[in-house]
């Protein structure tokens, strides 16, 4: 049960309410920065609301404490080059601490999966969003390609188009894995491909095409896979 509540406390934190702009004030002014403080802030706020047990607030405590040392630590030691390293440090330390404090209160089990399905959804959903829509931009970063000159062809997109497009695919693809309805996944990829590479292929901009590739693939993997996951 903490564990789950502390990682749903993770998400929102971490990813909902992070606007970039403060993440840009971060890595700009450090430990200078109002920024990181009530970022912590908001991290134990939510762990207590998420646990809601007083008894606990020592939990609530420590998970702030631990998230300023690590995201000190992530600020002061990246670069430009270890960006995406140190992205996945962060993350692979913030869990670290969630699941220790679960193991040293002897509820890291998975016997307590069964019971709490809602939560279990709740969490996938939450991390289908933005949480999927970071790692998969990380990801693709090293292969960001250069805009090319397309003639004649529209190139102009809306402002996040991409972005809430892939969350709402990812949503729709992990609600037709929760129902049973794998068809519906073979629609949206159908779908995608017509509406989406019928454009690529009129740009004729073949390293655009296979980044788009590359993310439409890990996109709808990640959704698939959290779907099985969760189903399990």
Not at 77 to 90: A, H
Not at 111 to 124: N, R, W
Not at 178 to 195: D, I, L
Request: aromatic residues 14%.
């Amino acid at each position: 049960m903490i564990f789950i509540q502390l990682i749903l406390a993770h998400l929102l934190g971490d990813f909902i309410l992070q606007p970039n702009s403060w993440v840009a004030e971060k890595e700009n002014k450090k430990l200078s920065s109002k920024y990181l403080y009530l970022h912590v802030l908001i991290h134990t706020v939510l762990s207590f609301i998420f646990l809601w047990n007083a008894e606990l607030w020592w939990i609530a405590i420590l998970v702030g404490i631990s998230h300023f040392i690590i995201d000190a630590a992530k600020l002061n030691f990246q670069t430009i080059k270890n960006k995406k390293s140190w992205f996945f440090v962060d993350q692979a330390l913030h869990i670290a601490v969630i699941t220790g404090i679960s193991f040293y209160c002897n509820e890291f089990n998975f016997e307590f999966l069964k019971d709490q399905d809602f939560l279990k959804i709740l969490m996938a959903a939450l991390f289908l969003t933005t949480p999927a829509s970071i790692f998969i931009k990380i990801l693709l970063s090293s292969w960001t390609p250069v805009p090319e000159t397309a003639g004649n062809i529209q190139t102009e997109s809306l402002s996040s188009a991409g972005k809430y497009i892939g969350i709402l695919e990812r949503l729709l693809v992990f609600t037709f894995i929760m129902v049973n309805h794998w068809e519906g996944v073979g629609f949206m990829v159908a779908a995608k491909s017509v509406f989406r590479f019928s454009d690529l292929a009129q740009a004729k901009q073949r390293k655009l095409t296979e980044y788009v590739l590359i993310g439409t693939l890990l996109s709808f993997g990640m959704a698939v896979l959290t779907g099985i996951l969760i189903k399990q």
